[in-house]
């Protein structure tokens, strides 16, 4: 079956511009997740959604950063007023039940902020 | 934080030889799973071993759990170019949202 998808697969944006990056979860699959990761580093936990459940927002490094799941499928992660330091690769990744369950990953939208 | 920790931060082989990569990490878990991923997009499962488990194999993959010194270690046998890309270990503890990823070993396999 099709796997996790985002879009775009780059995005180039200047600062001060706002961004949403799209995320296509596995079917079926009633968790969501947003991953942040610069170059050269490990993954950075950004938002968690779980099925009807408030999502965890946790790791959301600034009030510029939101995130919707819409009909517990799609999701759209937004970034307001983007910064430099936003440039990274944004990962999205499913999974059939969340928590200690294994994550199937998307191929990642790389933003650049100029 | 029950962070996993890789180590090493690099690795250099040659095609043939073996890699061996280690995780580290501090608090009890439910499971460890390894990941890899190529030229910096979306990982990939490799496997998943349970706390109650020693030792798991998958093709030309070994991996094993201490639990008393909390670390595991992926054994990649007989590497080829291929197998040149970043592994991460990811723990997973009951109750908590969400795997914790550490920052990953770069494996590079030369021909």
């Known amino acids: 079956g099709a796997g996790v998808s985002q879009s775009p697969s780059n995005k180039v944006t200047e600062k001060g511009k706002d961004v949403e990056l799209r995320c296509d979860p596995i079917?079926?699959?009633?968790?969501l997740y947003w991953y942040r990761q610069s170059l050269g580093q490990g993954l950075e936990f950004l938002i968690y959604?779980?099925?009807?459940?408030?999502?965890?927002k946790s790791g959301l490094p600034s009030d510029r950063f939101s995130a919707e799941r819409t009909g517990g499928s799609v999701s759209t992660l937004t970034i307001q007023r983007t910064q430099q330091e936003d440039s990274a690769v944004y990962l999205c990744?499913?999974?059939?039940?969340?928590?200690?369950?294994?994550?199937?990953f998307g191929p990642g939208t790389r933003l650049t902020v100029l | 934080s029950q962070q996993g920790e890789e180590d090493p931060q690099a690795l250099s082989i040659q095609e043939g030889e073996n890699a061996t990569m280690n995780c580290s990490y501090k608090?009890?878990?439910?499971?460890l799973q390894w990941y890899r991923q190529n030229s910096g997009r979306g990982l990939v499962h490799l496997i998943l071993i349970r706390s109650n488990e020693r030792e798991k194999h998958s093709g030309r993959l070994r991996v094993t759990l201490d639990t008393s010194k909390k670390s595991s270690s992926l054994l990649i046998t007989a590497s080829r170019a291929a197998d040149t890309a970043s592994y991460f270990c990811?723990?997973?503890?009951?109750?908590?949202?969400?795997?914790?990823f550490g920052k990953g070993t770069m494996l590079l396999v030369s021909p």
């Open positions: 079917s079926g699959h009633t968790a």
């Open positions: 990744a499913s999974s059939q039940a969340g928590g200690i369950d294994t994550q199937y």
């Open positions: 959604f779980q099925g009807n459940s408030a999502p965890d």
């Open positions: 990811a723990t997973a503890v009951q109750g908590y949202s969400t795997l914790t």
């Open positions: 608090t009890s878990i439910n499971n």
